[in-house]
Nanobody, 122 residues
């Protein structure tokens, strides 16, 4: 699986961004998907995950209620809607895929996409 993330940019605190991740391959629906982020000088951390069918989602406490993960299996796409952004959300965001959802939550998926930078100004 090859993953291509996009949608990052510069936004003011309180604003919104929508990240997209395009996946290659005909077996997209067999993978759980997720997002992680890495801020400068910090370790990569889990942000959100979604199961294969899209009916179950899980979020880090730091983004719960502000971020929404979704997927479109017909288009091989996963999204991260980010609202009420804070300066501490500034990071490079990476999409991830694994047939085992737990591996995404513990930030050890089989596949990573390249990152997209999100910068939130105060």
């Amino acid at each position: 699986v090859q993953l291509q993330a996009s949608g990052g940019g510069l936004v003011q605190a309180g604003g919104s961004l929508r990240l997209s991740c395009a996946a290659s391959g005909r077996t997209f629906s067999s993978y759980a998907m997720g997002w992680s982020r890495q801020a400068p000088g910090k370790e990569r951390e889990f942000v959100a995950s979604i199961n294969r069918g899209g009916g179950s989602t899980f979020y880090a406490d730091s983004v719960k209620g502000r971020f929404t993960i979704s997927r479109d299996n017909a288009k091989n796409m996963v999204y991260l809607q980010m609202d009420s952004l804070k300066p501490e959300d500034t990071a490079v965001y990476h999409c991830a895929a694994d047939q085992v959802l737990h591996n995404i939550v513990v930030v050890s998926p089989k596949y990573w996409g390249q990152g997209t930078l999100v910068t939130v100004s105060s």
